[in-house]
């Protein structure tokens, strides 16, 4: 019987690719989505390949409806219906509120947050059919604690958490668990660009004293997906290190 | 298909998607009150009534079905019949 498909958003870089790597050696089908990184999306795909595992890419811009309906259609096309979701699609576009402009909060409003309702929404269909889901989203410390300069970023991840909680509530009775993981500083092309300062000033704060690795999110959505995993839903896994308590 | 047909699949429908009763299934019954069908229920069966009928049901006209009558008649009604 083949395995059931996943979908990871944002899955050709960084968390993305890694928690991809994870859901692929666990016997998922992997569908990543990229938005315009085709090269970064097929280097994964063959990575994932090259290990034993299955998965495609699909392009797709997640802020957007049509894209994000073309996408479910295509992946149901081609594996089948999505019974594990991974919200993970995140974009940045950091500055003081004062000086943020308009298109700064919308973008990151819609990518990391408004893309989390078209996905989900088109997802739950086959998972309330099958009667199994997993809908795993990727929040952040900075929606917890906030951070300065990043009112847009935080205020999206935030709103993963609400979601997540609502969602579960909504549809747990049908086998589907809705969660969320909050990474605290991971070493990825997104933090590459802090900067020496950044990190130095960060560090020690962090109870394990480093940034975490992808594999390691990637480890917690892998147990979240899991079987093992059926009686949690509606929470937050924080994994950070000891930054944010 | 007539009403007859689309009244046998409506509550063959029902009864294997979401597990209602046989027995209780009649036309003046409620989603909500004689069938206990809860609000995620409704929205199930109106998806399993898409598929199965190939018709689409917008949100705005499935919020109006009360009944499995007025289930049966939405969807006569979007066959064209």
């Known amino acids: 019987m083949p395995g059931r498909v996943a979908l990871v958003t944002g899955g050709s870089r960084g968390i993305g690719r890694a928690i991809a790597e994870r859901l692929a050696t666990d016997g998922f089908r992997v569908a990543l989505n990229y938005r315009t990184r085709r090269d970064a999306a097929d280097a994964a795909v063959a990575a994932i390949t090259a290990a034993g595992g299955e998965a495609v890419a699909v392009a797709g811009d997640v802020g957007d409806a049509s894209a994000v309906a073309a996408m479910f259609a295509s992946v149901e096309g081609s594996l089948g219906p999505v019974a594990v979701l991974i919200n993970n699609a995140g974009i940045t576009a950091d500055d003081l509120l004062l000086r943020m402009k308009p298109e700064d909060w919308d973008a990151v409003i819609q990518t990391n947050l408004s893309s989390a309702y078209l996905t989900t929404k088109a997802a739950l269909r086959g998972m309330l059919k099958a009667r199994w889901g997993r809908i795993i989203s990727i929040t952040s410390v900075a929606g917890i604690t906030g951070n300065p300069g990043q009112a847009n970023y935080a205020a999206a991840k935030a709103g993963l958490i609400g979601f997540t909680k609502s969602v579960a509530k909504e549809v747990g009775s049908r086998g589907i668990t809705v969660n969320a993981v909050a990474p605290g500083f991971i070493e990825t092309e997104l933090t590459d660009a802090l900067g020496e300062g950044m990190r130095d000033a960060v560090l020690p704060s962090i109870s394990v004293g480093r940034f975490g690795t992808p594999a390691e999110i990637a480890s917690a959505v892998g147990y979240l997906a899991s079987d093992d995993a059926a009686y949690i839903t509606g929470q937050v896994l924080v994994v950070d290190g000891g930054l944010a308590f | ?81």
Do not use: H, Y
């Not at chain 2, 989603?31 to 399993?48: H, K, N, P, Q, T």
């Open chain 2, 1 to 81: 298909m007539d009403r007859a047909e689309v009244e046998s699949k409506m509550t063959d429908l029902l009864v294997d998607e979401l597990g209602i009763d046989r027995d209780k299934i009649k036309m003046s019954a409620t989603f909500e009150e004689d069938l206990e069908v809860d609000s995620l229920g409704v929205v199930e069966l109106l998806m399993a009534l898409e598929d199965n009928f190939g018709v689409s049901i917008p949100d705005e006209e499935a919020e109006k079905i009360g009944t499995v009558g007025e289930a049966v008649d939405l969807v006569i009604q979007k066959l064209g019949g």
